[in-house]
């Protein structure tokens, strides 16, 4: 099966990156926003117990680029959309006895876009638009207008209500096999009740497992 991943981060098309086209990025803005819309920090090393924790290594995320839409880019791309994207995607396929295949994420695909000027990728709130453009001669406008249409799980949704007891067994197991050994007991359940008020909005600290 062939599978599209690398696209969207090649050539700018989640609505987010709109707001890098022109002005800056810090290292700061660079650890948020693991998912579209997110503004959580990615990872959580707080939960370790402080032996663990000082193990921990930093994903380093800094600019890459002079320009704040390639730095966002680089980030997704490497850090954090696609490899989390790999990984489910690896998982769900060898579950079903599947070779995928990800003829996008070719190296030459990427340094090709990363080598492009920030207005071929979004012109006048235009996101992909250099593909569109290309496309625009070979397939019908229906498609090569077409609008991007994110499909996103109600993950969160689902591990604050229907999944909310399955999630709890599953830190319950975690405290008994490595509560004092790996996390901090309370400061786990406290991320818990965070996330069941509202306060956080990601949940792939307790659904990505």
Known sequence: MLDGQG????????????????????????SRGPVQGSQSVITNESLLIPEFANETRS?????????????????????????RALRFNDRISMMHST???????????????????????????IHKWLLREVIRKRLPLALSEAPKRPVQTPQ???????LQHWVEEHIDNVEQKFGGIWFDKEKLRGAWSEYLSGQVDNSFLFGNG
């Open 7 to 30: 696209l969207d981060e090649q050539w700018a098309g989640y609505d987010y990156y709109s707001k890098y086209l022109a002005g800056d990025v810090s290292d700061h803005s660079l």
């Open 59 to 83: 994903l380093g995320l800094k600019r890459s680029f002079s320009d704040a839409l390639r730095s966002i880019q680089y980030r997704d791309a490497c850090y954090t959309k696609i490899p």
């Open 99 to 125: 070779e995928l295949r990800e003829p996008f994420l070719d190296h030459r695909l990427f340094e090709l876009s990363f080598r492009q000027r920030p207005e071929l990728k979004i012109n006048n709130g």
């Open 156 to 162: 969160r949704e689902w591990l604050r209500g229907p």
